[in-house]
């Protein structure tokens, strides 16, 4: 499995999660709007955006701890 698809699938089992705790059913439904279609639509635009910021965090923490690596120390760009 190379590292994008990793990646990917940590930010869709993350974004799973969070759909999962928001989901309705966990506050009785309190929240609930007339058209459920609207609420479905809501939470598939959510969950897209979701995955999309878990990748892009997970994209800077993997460059911010390149950065850190031993060896890195000295080199400097010029």
């Not at 809501?42 to 923490?61: Q, T």
């Not at 460059?63 to 000295?74: C, D, K, Q, T």
Request: glycine share 4%; proline share 4%; net charge negative.
């Amino acid at each position: 499995m190379t590292q994008r698809s990793t990646d990917l699938l940590i930010s869709i089992v993350a974004s799973a999660v969070s759909l999962l705790l928001s989901w309705p059913y966990w506050r009785d439904f309190e929240a609930w709007p007339e058209s459920q279609l609207a609420w479905y639509l809501y939470f598939a635009v959510g969950f897209v955006l979701a995955v999309y910021v878990f990748m892009v965090f997970i994209g800077s923490l993997r460059e911010l701890f390149e950065h850190e690596a031993p060896g890195h120390e000295f080199d400097e760009e010029r």
